[in-house]
Nanobody, 124 residues
Framework: QVQLVELGGGLVQAGGSLRLSCADS????????TGWFRQAPGKQREFVSA????????SYADSVKGRFTISRDNAKNTVYLQMNSLKPEDTAVYYC?????????????????WGQGTQVTVSS
């Protein structure tokens, strides 16, 4: 059973930066995606970014391209989400997610593994 543990998040002013981390345990195959979704109050969960452990490819939502960067540390089985130039509309609970496979999906229903979520608040 894959477990995901998130760290990071918090309160930051607009234009600031935060880094989220997601450490996984129990992952048995390299064909695995680790990603991030977020959910703002009153809104649906939306895809933010994902990383493929099998080919090191990355993907981003248009709303965060050029501002967010996803990366990994193999030795720590950890994926990071560096968030720069944060905007108030980035305020949400951010969830680390995971799924086995070789195809990237941006729908939350394709990810069976979820972290507990961490709050990111960007003040204007």
């Amino acid at each position: 059973q894959v477990q995901l543990v998130e760290l990071g998040g918090g309160l930051v002013q607009a234009g600031g930066s935060l880094r989220l981390s997601c450490a996984d345990s129990g992952r048995t195959f390299r064909t695995f995606f680790t990603g991030w979704f977020r959910q703002a109050p009153g809104k649906q969960r939306e895809f933010v970014s994902a990383f493929s452990w099998s080919d090191n490819s990355t993907s981003y939502a248009d709303s965060v391209k050029g501002r967010f960067t996803i990366s990994r540390d193999n030795a720590k089985n950890t994926v990071y989400l560096q968030m720069n130039s944060l905007k108030p509309e980035d305020t949400a609970v951010y969830y680390c997610v995971g799924r086995y496979g070789t195809k990237l999906y941006v729908a939350a229903s394709y990810y069976p593994y979820w972290g507990q979520g961490t709050q990111v608040t960007v003040s204007s």
